[in-house]
C-alpha cells in the first residue's frame, strides 16, 4: 500500500525557508510497525518526521493522532512538528493533535498564522553548565565558551531539555560552530529527568521589546546547535526559553516573544510565543498557558511505497 506524504517548510510563508518537515499519513486500519516508522523517518533524513493516524470518517472528529521520529528515534513533542502538522490538518476540520506528551489544541492566530496550546511540566535544574576551558579554542570559540559558564539547563518537558547560553552580540552569535564545544553530559540533569536528554545548545540575544496591542513584545535572535547539525527553528527550545525568561527574569503577566531562528543558515525562520504566568500563594511565578504559533507552506507532496 502507498503511503501518502507532504513536506512543508515550517515556521515561514516562503518556500525553502523555515524548517522542512514531512507528513505521512496512515491510513484508516494500516498499522506501521515502531521498525517501520524509524525506517521511513530515516529515509527523509529531516529533523523530524510525523506520521498522522487518519481515520475512516474524518468529518466525525476533530481530532489525529500524531506520531513523531528524528531519525534515531521517537520524542514525545517538538515544536516545528506540531505547527507543520496543524497547518497540514486544520483545513480538514482538525482542531486536537494528539501527541504522546498530551492533546494540544490548535486555533488560529493573527495574520493567518495558527497556534498550538502546547502541554508543558517545567523545570529549572539545579545545577548549571560549568562551561569548557577557554584557553583550548580559537578566539570567538573561547568567548562563547566563557560566556556559556553557568547558564541555565531547563526543561520544557521531560526528554526536552535545552541550555539556554545568551550571548552579547549578534557577530559573537554569528560566530558559534556545529560541534565545537564538547557534548553535556547527561548527568548534568536532575535526577529522575535524565531520559531522551538531547545534547543541544539554544543560543540567543535579545533584539529589545516594545508594547504591541497591550501586550509586551519581546524579541529574540537565536541559533540551535549539537555536535553535528544547526536546526533553523526549534519550538521546543523557543518555548523552553520564553518560559524560563517569563518565569525567572520578566515581571509581566502576559508576555509574547517573536523569535527568529536560521538566518545564518539562510533559512530564515518566525517563531511566535504568548505566555501567561500566574502567581501561587507563595508568590512563586507559575507558567500558565504557552502558546506556539507560527506558518508553514507546502512543498512537496507523493507516495512512500510501504
Given at each position: 500500500?502507498?503511503?501518502?506524504?507532504?513536506?512543508?517548510?515550517?515556521?515561514?510563508?516562503?518556500?525553502?525557508?523555515?524548517?522542512?518537515?514531512?507528513?505521512?499519513?496512515?491510513?484508516?486500519?494500516?498499522?506501521?510497525?515502531?521498525?517501520?516508522?524509524?525506517?521511513?523517518?530515516?529515509?527523509?533524513?529531516?529533523?523530524?518526521?510525523?506520521?498522522?493516524?487518519?481515520?475512516?470518517?474524518?468529518?466525525?472528529?476533530?481530532?489525529?493522532?500524531?506520531?513523531?521520529?528524528?531519525?534515531?528515534?521517537?520524542?514525545?513533542?517538538?515544536?516545528?512538528?506540531?505547527?507543520?502538522?496543524?497547518?497540514?490538518?486544520?483545513?480538514?476540520?482538525?482542531?486536537?493533535?494528539?501527541?504522546?506528551?498530551?492533546?494540544?489544541?490548535?486555533?488560529?492566530?493573527?495574520?493567518?498564522?495558527?497556534?498550538?496550546?502546547?502541554?508543558?511540566?517545567?523545570?529549572?535544574?539545579?545545577?548549571?553548565?560549568?562551561?569548557?576551558?577557554?584557553?583550548?579554542?580559537?578566539?570567538?570559540?573561547?568567548?562563547?565558551?566563557?560566556?556559556?559558564?553557568?547558564?541555565?539547563?531547563?526543561?520544557?518537558?521531560?526528554?526536552?531539555?535545552?541550555?539556554?547560553?545568551?550571548?552579547?552580540?549578534?557577530?559573537?552569535?554569528?560566530?558559534?560552530?556545529?560541534?565545537?564545544?564538547?557534548?553535556?553530559?547527561?548527568?548534568?540533569?536532575?535526577?529522575?529527568?535524565?531520559?531522551?536528554?538531547?545534547?543541544?545548545?539554544?543560543?540567543?540575544?535579545?533584539?529589545?521589546?516594545?508594547?504591541?496591542?497591550?501586550?509586551?513584545?519581546?524579541?529574540?535572535?537565536?541559533?540551535?546547535?549539537?555536535?553535528?547539525?544547526?536546526?533553523?527553528?526549534t519550538g521546543s527550545a523557543a518555548c523552553a526559553l520564553s518560559s524560563y525568561l517569563?518565569?525567572?527574569?520578566?515581571?509581566?503577566?502576559?508576555?509574547?516573544?517573536?523569535?527568529?531562528?536560521?538566518?545564518?543558515?539562510?533559512?530564515?525562520?518566525?517563531?511566535?510565543?504568548?505566555?501567561?504566568?500566574?502567581?501561587?500563594?507563595?508568590?512563586?511565578?507559575?507558567?500558565g498557558t504557552l502558546h506556539l504559533g507560527g506558518r508553514a507552506v507546502p512543498v512537496?507532496?507523493?507516495?512512500?511505497?510501504?
Amino acid at each position: 500500500m502507498a503511503l501518502p506524504f507532504t513536506t512543508l517548510d515550517v515556521f515561514t510563508e516562503a518556500r525553502f525557508k523555515g524548517n522542512p518537515l514531512a507528513v505521512v499519513t496512515i491510513p484508516p486500519g494500516m498499522v506501521l510497525t515502531q521498525a517501520q516508522k524509524q525506517a521511513i523517518a530515516t529515509e527523509f533524513n529531516l529533523s523530524e518526521t510525523v506520521f498522522v493516524h487518519d481515520v475512516e470518517n474524518p468529518a466525525a472528529t476533530g481530532e489525529r493522532r500524531f506520531d513523531i521520529f528524528t531519525p534515531q528515534g521517537e520524542i514525545p513533542f517538538a515544536g516545528h512538528p506540531t505547527i507543520g502538522t496543524a497547518v497540514f490538518l486544520h483545513p480538514h476540520g482538525v482542531r486536537t493533535l494528539l501527541a504522546k506528551v498530551g492533546p494540544i489544541n490548535i486555533e488560529p492566530a493573527a495574520d493567518g498564522a495558527l497556534r498550538a496550546a502546547i502541554p508543558h511540566n517545567v523545570r529549572l535544574h539545579q545545577r548549571r553548565l560549568p562551561g569548557p576551558n577557554p584557553g583550548s579554542f580559537p578566539t570567538s570559540q573561547a568567548q562563547i565558551a566563557r560566556v556559556e559558564r553557568f547558564a541555565p539547563l531547563f526543561s520544557i518537558v521531560k526528554g526536552m531539555t535545552f541550555a539556554l547560553i545568551e550571548l552579547p552580540s549578534l557577530d559573537l552569535l554569528g560566530a558559534v560552530w556545529v560541534g565545537a564545544l564538547p557534548e553535556l553530559p547527561a548527568e548534568l540533569l536532575d535526577d529522575g529527568w535524565r531520559d531522551g536528554w538531547v545534547t543541544r545548545r539554544y543560543y540567543f540575544v535579545r533584539l529589545g521589546s516594545e508594547w504591541v496591542g497591550g501586550r509586551i513584545v519581546h524579541r529574540i535572535r537565536t541559533r540551535m546547535v549539537n555536535q553535528t547539525i544547526e536546526d533553523p527553528a526549534t519550538g521546543s527550545a523557543a518555548c523552553a526559553l520564553s518560559s524560563y525568561l517569563s518565569l525567572h527574569e520578566l515581571e509581566e503577566q502576559s508576555v509574547s516573544f517573536e523569535i527568529t531562528q536560521g538566518v545564518e543558515m539562510g533559512r530564515a525562520s518566525n517563531i511566535l510565543i504568548d505566555v501567561e504566568v500566574s502567581k501561587g500563594l507563595d508568590g512563586a511565578r507559575k507558567l500558565g498557558t504557552l502558546h506556539l504559533g507560527g506558518r508553514a507552506v507546502p512543498v512537496m507532496r507523493g507516495s512512500i511505497m510501504a
